[in-house]
């Protein structure tokens, strides 16, 4: 395989990575916005849910991270300020796999998000790379 489909289908990937990745947390973000009563259950049951609703009501910090991952979500995907986006999305997703996923019964959850996480790491390196917003600007930029 020649270098300019190598580097073609690396661009492509990335982009695949950044939407796909983008998805859980739209998903996520409309669960938590649209069934707080429901999510904010089931962050009290969990295992460490007490030690975040002492600082505040579990609605309240499920209608904050619904925000927060929608519109870090929409970021990501769109890739715009790819990296402050990844890295608000780090800051939500470490305290709910603190709280919520941590659970002696199943290690699957905890390692979807860890795994998450890494994909989040990847981009906060990065950045967007093509296909993105940032790419874009930057080009524009460039060209002025």
Known sequence: MNSTVST????????????????????????HVTGV???AARLEEAPFGSVVTSVASAELLV????IALLGG?????LGYKTRYAALLLAVVLVPITLTVQVSMYSLGPLFKNIAIMGILIFFI????????IDSWLERKRVAE
Request: glycine residues 14%.
């Open 125 to 132: 390196v990065n950045g967007a790379f093509n296909y993105s």
């Open 73 to 77: 979500g929409l970021l990501f995907l």
């Open 37 to 39: 009563n429901r999510t």
């Open 8 to 31: 073609t289908i690396q661009k492509i990937s990335w982009l695949i990575l950044r939407v796909l990745g983008s998805g859980i947390f739209l998903l996520a973000g409309m669960s």
């Open 63 to 66: 209608i904050l991270s619904g």
